[in-house]
T-cell receptor, first 113, second 110 residues
Framework: DTAVSQTPKYLVTQMGNDKSIKCEQN?????MYWYKQDSKKFLKIMFS???????INETVPNRFSPKSPDKAHLNLHINSLELGDSAVYFC????????????FGPGTRLTVT | GQNIDQPTEMTATEGAIVQINCTYQ??????LFWYQQHAGEAPTFLSY????GLEEKGRFSSFLSRSKGYSYLLLKELQMKDSASYLC???????????FGRGTSLIVHP
């Protein structure tokens, strides 16, 4: 069984479009995250979210918004896509204050043309 | 904020031992993570150190010195499949949300 899943795996779209990436975890974890990994392989956190608190990396443009319909899902919505948004986006989950690290999803490769 | 430094690339021979270093500066230290990431795949958790010393887990060991702001990942009996990027990550600010270093790309050759 897949612990953390993301859809789609690949997403190609044009500048200016709005798109969403879905994430689901079946581990019963409290906390979910979105990371962006750029072409230089630098992994940067965008958001962390549990039932009560959303922590936003202040460098993330407000065109990006996380949406959590329930504890097992954290979707990423992106408005007005730009070329610089092209990257691999990873969803992850962990128990709050986890000592076991995070479980990452397989990633979504977003290409903006 | 956190500042994490690790070498960009290392090469080693199959069967050998390699040590990947990571230095960090952070406030509110909450431990240090190591992750492995193969090309085109997601990072996978390797180790978590919160106390000083060496922790061994099979062929992989991780060391931490909090006073020096230093950690290393030791890989023994290298195999070709160990070719990957190794990411050092440090939570900061009293949270458990890690900030990742840029990763060390390890190339294992025959």
């Amino acid at each position: 069984d897949t612990a953390v899943s993301q859809t789609p795996k690949y997403l190609v779209t044009q500048m200016g479009n709005d798109k969403s990436i879905k994430c689901e975890q079946n581990l019963g974890h409290d906390t979910m995250y979105w990371y962006k990994q750029d072409s230089k392989k630098f992994l940067k956190i965008m958001f962390s979210y549990n039932n009560k608190e959303l922590i936003i990396n202040e460098t993330v443009p407000n065109r990006f918004s996380p949406k959590s319909p329930d504890k097992a899902h954290l979707n990423l919505h992106i408005n007005s896509l730009e070329l610089g948004d092209s990257a691999v986006y990873f969803c992850a989950s962990s128990q709050e204050a986890s000592l076991a690290g995070e479980n990452f999803g397989p990633g979504t490769r977003l290409t903006v043309t | 904020g956190q500042n994490i430094d690790q070498p960009t690339e290392m090469t080693a021979t199959e069967g050998a031992i390699v040590q990947i270093n990571c230095t960090y500066q952070t406030s509110g230290f909450n431990g240090l993570f190591w992750y492995q990431q193969h090309a085109g795949e997601a990072p996978t958790f390797l180790s978590y150190n919160v106390l000083d010393g060496l922790e061994e887990k099979g062929r992989f060991s991780s060391f931490l010195s909090r006073s020096k702001g230093y950690s290393y990942l030791l890989l023994k009996e290298l195999q070709m499949k160990d070719s990957a990027s190794y990411l050092c990550a440090v939570p900061g600010g009293g949270s458990y949300i890690p900030t990742f270093g840029r990763g060390t790309s390890l190339i294992v050759h025959p």
